[in-house]
Every structure is written in C-alpha cells, then in structure tokens.
C-alpha cells in the first residue's frame, strides 16, 4: 500500500511537470536544475527557486513602483530591472516569464508607459501562476523520500515529518482562517495535536527502520 501511495504521488508530480513543460512555463533549464541535487544537498533546486522568488518579488514591486510614479521617465532603470528578472528567470527554467520580461523590455526602449503597464500586469499573472505551480510541486516532492526512511537514515524520517506535518498543519490553519470548515478549537490546540502525531510518526518510522542501517 505504501509503495503504491508514493507511486501516484510520483505519477502526479510528474504529470505536473509534463503540463508545465507543454505550457511552456518551464524549459530544459529546469531540468538541469534538479540533476545538480544529490544526497548532500536534497533540496538544492527548492533552496534555488525560494531565492529567485524573494529576489523577483522585489524586482516586481521595483517595477510597480517605478510605473506608478506619474514623473516616471526613467526607463533606463527599469531596463536594468527587467535584465535582472529574465537572468534570474533563465536560469531556473521559468520560460514564460522570461518571454514576458523580453516584451516588456521592448515596451521600456520604445518608451511606452501604457505597453510596459500592460506588460506589468501580464508579468505579475505569469509569476503568480509559476509560483503557485512550483509550491505544489516542492510539496509533493519531499514525501517522494518516505520509503527510503526504511533504508536509510533517521534524517530522511525527520525531512519527511516536518513536510508532512508542515503541510497538513499550514492546510488546517488556512481552512480555518477562511471560513471554509468548522473549527473546533484554536490553533494553540491545532498545533499541540500536530507535535503529538508528529511524534508518533517519528517512533513508527524509527521502528520500521532496516537493522543493517549503519546510522542507527
């Protein structure tokens, strides 16, 4: 049962994959990306794209800010914006928007305050859905590596828990925050229970540990 459950979710992070390539929103780069991990640095592409994510939302804020200003007529800044987002966007993978900030660019040498709003609000829609895109897969990815905490270390059981209870404890606190479902307690409460079955998950994934691992 086990290995069928990590079975579909590998089945589903890569038909995630497989969409995002055929809609063009990542390219081959992404690819090269993820063969630079290895088992010393497991969450070296989600470690590089939370990097690219702060440094482009700050990119993005520069550039509405720019845009906003009525005296606005620096487009020369706002070049030099635009080159660091698609630098960054290229060497991640993030084909779309890297073709968004090339056309925005384009308005930005033509001086063109209306064609580089137009191209703000469609940069801003592509970076949003990419983002989204990327969180579902880096939430899939990190539960890939449960059967291994039964041949190898303790440390893979830990990065498994902490996902698992990251994701189901941040999924509760939303549903409740938004209305959505009934809450029966508070969050003090949400999380106690979460520290308990983390703990219990823990104990069982300890005991279902191979005898030969060298690190026990």
Same mark, same amino acid.
């Given at each position: ?11 589903? +992070? /890569? ?34 794209? /939370? ?5 482009? &939302? ?12 009525? &005296? ?5 800044? +706002? ?29 930005? &040498? ?21 983002? /989204? ?14 059967? /291994? ?68």
């Amino acid at each position: 049962m086990l290995g069928w459950g990590v079975d579909r979710l590998r089945a589903d +992070m /890569n038909r995630l994959l497989a969409m995002l390539f055929h809609q063009g929103v990542l390219d081959e780069q992404f690819l090269q990306l993820q063969q630079l991990e290895d088992e010393s640095s497991p969450n070296f592409v989600s470690e590089v794209v /939370n990097i690219y994510f702060h440094e482009s &939302e700050k990119l993005l804020r520069n550039l509405r800010g720019l845009l906003m200003d009525r &005296e606005f007529s620096d487009y020369k800044k +706002m070049g030099t914006h635009l080159n660091q987002l698609m630098g960054s966007s290229s060497s991640i993978g993030a084909k779309r928007v890297r073709n968004v900030c090339v056309a925005f660019r384009a308005s930005s &040498e033509q001086n063109s305050r209306p064609g580089c709003l137009r191209a703000l609000e469609l940069l801003e829609h592509e970076y949003c859905y990419l983002k /989204n895109k990327l969180h579902e897969l880096f939430q899939v990815r990190p539960l890939l590596t449960f059967p /291994n905490t039964f041949q190898n270390s303790d440390l893979f059981a830990s990065r498994f828990v902490i996902s698992l209870v990251y994701i189901v404890t941040s999924d509760v606190k939303l549903r409740c925050a938004d209305g959505s479902t009934e809450s029966t307690g508070s969050w003090s409460d949400v999380s106690t229970a979460a520290a308990a079955l983390k703990a219990k998950i823990m104990t069982f994934a300890k005991n279902q540990a191979s005898p030969t691992d060298p690190l026990r």
